[in-house]
């Protein structure tokens, strides 16, 4: 079987990095091309060095050397605000686009623009665009030619909550994305400064982090019965999202695993965790690192009515280049694990 | 001006540790020995190496040989459920005592048992304690004999919410204590074991952790009102106690401001973090790292109704034995602060 | 083609639990059975979390189970000391047998005495078995009925001395491994305790690790030249050899790549580090954390007399598990790289 | 007794930050002001958050202000470079200085050139100036008017050779100083971000890191007997110097002791390890995190020919702001150790 050609647009950042990794074990892709604007010209290896051996002597691309190419699938992963030409540009071109970045993860323009601070430069797109989470949207996802990647920190915070959104049981819910520097991209910051970062537990965002968007949008729980902080803490990789519910009426637990086996059970990357051993019913981040994969995990209080649903994924994988190669996948007709079978690396 | 003479029993734990590191630099109170049932005649610098430059000469003594010994105060150190009858024996000989464990921390006879799970060997002993928070307890800890240590997750979880609470204002809270790994203690386990420890963010007591029952009885917020969970994360000190609180009717900014600043403004140890620069002002552990201090911040939703609470100490120093010494001072008529002047080791 | 019916005999350990990773997407092995004498009747995602998704049915087996059945291949993950009966028994019963212990290693019995301290059980083993290290071994393993697993810090520093020992030129050669906690295992002791292990540099035996009789065995170089000491740091996975070095005589470094080019140009899972950018020139074990690749790199100084070559793999993979499997492929007649074709986990 | 007032020029990085800390608890002396050219007018608590309740209300001043001061003593906290002119203002004023830069640590001027790869803009501040080290130079500095600080890698190196140095028996020195984070500074930059610093072991610089200039002047060893070389571990403080040293003869452990107990015997702020335990006779940085001390160990080879000797320091303390403050003691009349008895904070 012919392989797909597929292009990365914005190759040198480190969901750029993440999709190298995966292409490289990909059974039916083909790398046609990595653009890098900064670094065409250089070497992929002396960004992604830990990749050397897989592309020895690969160099990015420049955004006008990519224009002589026909993949049958480009995934861009280009800073926030800045894709909706370069999709319009690759759609018109007969080439399926999957856009890691926020810009068209929102199907309001309304919403759009509150939560960015600006007027989107191409509404048509979010009409088109499908949201890419293929648990929530495989089908849409196989029809369509625009997919947008999903927020990390809003995929597990979305995966935590669906199964009990759709069931009508959620009065309220205060999430608190526990976060690694990773999700902080590849540039350094004093907030990503090795002394200041180290070990910290630094609740810079209480309430409103722009993710909560993706969360009310995909739910369908309203904005105001949402709040979503980010932590950052000392792991590189791995989001752990921790709702903190009350319910509208009080459930007994066995309504709650029929809430979310009835969602996951079949799933190929989402596994709700067993209530023993009692210190891994809430997962931990750890436990998925390297993976495709989320954990999900709940713990009722006796009360019946509060409850802490947890979903614990990688924010490289599952959280950003996994997702989006799982949607690519759907798009171009392969299996949806393709390429995505690693296995989580624990202990490390 | 002579020395008190204090003791330490049970001195080769992590309290036990920094007991002695204060110690070594009070200036009014004199080490008359140091009790460890196992270790005795082992020197001290064979368990706290790095305390060696400080007692290079100094053995652990035998119970037997502590009873030889006429302290002015004696700090127990001792496993929990261990502590009665050793303060019975010095109260007997005049001592005053400060007991670090859970013992005589709860007022109520029926709360210890219910969350302690046994019959408490000397009921008058609750009767007789002070609970040993200064903040709380100063003047009734000026008169006392016995004094109790404080619990470190409640010592957060109280301070982040004992202004709300005497203002009633408080309907409910969820209270998340993140804690390093030395509030496990110096026995080794498989939950300590490095590998799987480290950077773990495992949530192994979601809703009752014991320490609730005294942020209950020192707070005054009925239990049924409160959760208490403990999530372990990569650090070895420090507490950030994180109370996700809805608040009985909407409340301003200003409000909470008076609250805080009115219960700690003169405070030598408790500190409010102002609202600039926003990153802080949801205190980090790693600020009081090594210092007796404790942060306190917190965050009020748009709505007015919705808040989170946060506390930060190290759970070595104002989570147990700078507490203690504080509460020692009080005992002997010493300036409260006296031994607690250590700074912050930061960045750490 | 039908696949390789394989029996991991000591499953419960690191080493177990990441041939069971391996196991998982290996496509010519299957798994026969997995035996823990102390965890049988267990579930094995009890023991390995991470893996439940992979094994969710799947239990160990007692030693008594194990011999029903009729592996094509037995992999021995069992405590030093223990595996010499276990391996005669298996191989009695037409099973080829790969040996991750210490206990058939060492081809000569006087080492073998000197330096475990005890006769060896079966020194006729020590006569067949092949030391396990594919680079080293390549052609005698695949005629092989027994092999032995390799040490971790052992692995590390031939491959970083090979090629110069080969070539005559050592003199002297101070070899540090910097190690990660799994390299100790599953049990928890003082010295793996968090409080006490996280972020040391705790330098425990400087001179003469027992891994330093593999190093001279395979490479040639007398023991007197060497040292191994070992040094705890913070990661979980990893080791980095760094072998401090004095030439025989002065060389160029074209002299070196000529010398490590030649050793590894064609190896599937070892690469040389290119002299640019600088920093990496000397591998990092963070750079094939997750995969069972080895980095090699070398810098000489301006004297050309004094050198240092380091070695970066990943204790559990290269140094353990992964070559276990490299070798079982060999054994087996499958494709070296079968199995392990996993990625590095970067950044991590 | 009235304070000295003391000045620090270049408050806003990490040294200042540490002198800060130190001042803040310093018997004798009294903050003049603390200048910073960038931040003039900010809060020193925005820079330094966990020194907010020390210094409420104090602010950066400008250089311009700085000058209508009159401290008895400066403490310059310069990048390298740019020092030379201030001293010399300051001094023309009247007042001794202590500046923690390079600028003035080297005694040669073809030294300093040669490293700092510049002409020497004051040249006869070479002449002047003492190395700052009170355990070489106690007296000198005693009556100095200027003293340089101590590079962190190199007050590490120099404390484990120069004993040696001194008896004449070393042919050869490799040195590894094994660093923090916190000695890049508090500028962010690629190397320092976290997700790639994070549990690193980066190599950077294997043979002639520029301390090695220091090193050589003070312990009179010749830099081609010499190497040193830098790697980047997990810590945020600490400097552990680790020296694989050649002698130049057998020697016997006792001669060993001799020569380091004759050296550091009574020394208030060095302590030579003792034999036993032996996991703790090569030192770890974490047993001094928060202290000036520092910590000196040693094993031998029983061929008497090879030696380990290992310096753990933390470089924020004696390796830089801690050793400055105990020579601006001795300049200033005052007990060597005032201010700096803070106990290291273990385990942290």
């Known amino acids: 079987m012919e392989k797909h050609p597929v292009l990365i647009v914005g190759g040198s950042g480190m969901a750029g990095g993440e999709l190298l990794r995966i292409l ?64 319009r540009g ?20 309304e919403r759009y623009e509150r939560w960015y601070g600006a007027p989107h430069p191409d509404p048509a ?9 293929p648990e929530l949207h495989r089908d849409e996802i196989r029809g369509a030619r625009l997919v947008s990647g999903v927020g990390c920190n809003a995929t597990a915070a979305i995966l935590a909550l669906a199964p009990l959104a759709r069931a009508g049981v959620v009065t309220e819910a205060r999430i608190e994305a526990r976060v690694g520097s990773s999700e902080g991209g590849s540039r350094p ?15 810079f965002e209480p309430f409103a982090h722009r993710h909560l968007a ?52 079949h799933e190929p990357f989402v596994f709700v965790c067993p209530a023993r051993p009692a210190h891994l019913r809430l997962p931990d981040p750890r436990l998925v690192m390297g993976s495709n994969r989320a954990l999900v995990g709940f713990a009722l209080h006796p009360d019946g009515r509060r409850l802490t649903a947890v979903c614990a994924i990688d924010n490289l994988l599952k959280g950003a280049s996994g997702t989006a190669v799982q949607a690519a996948n759907l798009l171009l007709g392969c299996p949806e694990t393709a390429g995505l079978e690693m296995r989580p690396v624990y202990p490390a």
Chains 1, 2, 3, 4 share one sequence.
Do not use: C
């Not at 990909?26 to 050397?52: E, I, Q, W, Y």
């Not at 071109?93 to 929102?106: E, I, Q, T």
């Open 24 to 87: 490289a074990g990909h059974p039916s892709f083909t790398l046609a091309g990595v653009v890098s604007r900064g670094r065409a010209g250089h070497p992929v290896a002396a960004v992604h060095p830990h990749l050397r051996p897989d592309f020895p002597d690969t160099a990015f691309i420049s955004p006008a050397e990519a224009e002589e190419m026909e993949p049958d699938l480009v995934f861009l992963a280009l800073p926030h605000g800045s894709s909706a030409p370069v999709i």
């Open 214 to 265: 993706e969360v009310s949008q995909e739910t369908g729980l309203p904005e105001n019965s949402l709040t979503l902080g980010v932590t950052a803490v000392e792991n590189v990789r791995g989001v752990q999202a921790v709702a903190t519910i009350t319910l509208a009426e009080p459930l007994r637990e066995a309504d709650l695993w029929k809430l979310y086996r009835g969602a996951y059970g």
């Open 90 to 109: 690759w759609l018109d071109r007969g080439a399926r686009v999957v856009d890691l970045a926020a810009d068209v993860r929102l199907r309001s323009i």
């Open 125 to 133: 797109l979010l009409d088109e665009a499908v949201y890419g989470l």
């Open 189 to 203: 910051s004093e907030g990503s400064h090795h002394p200041f970062r180290s070990r910290s537990l630094r609740m």
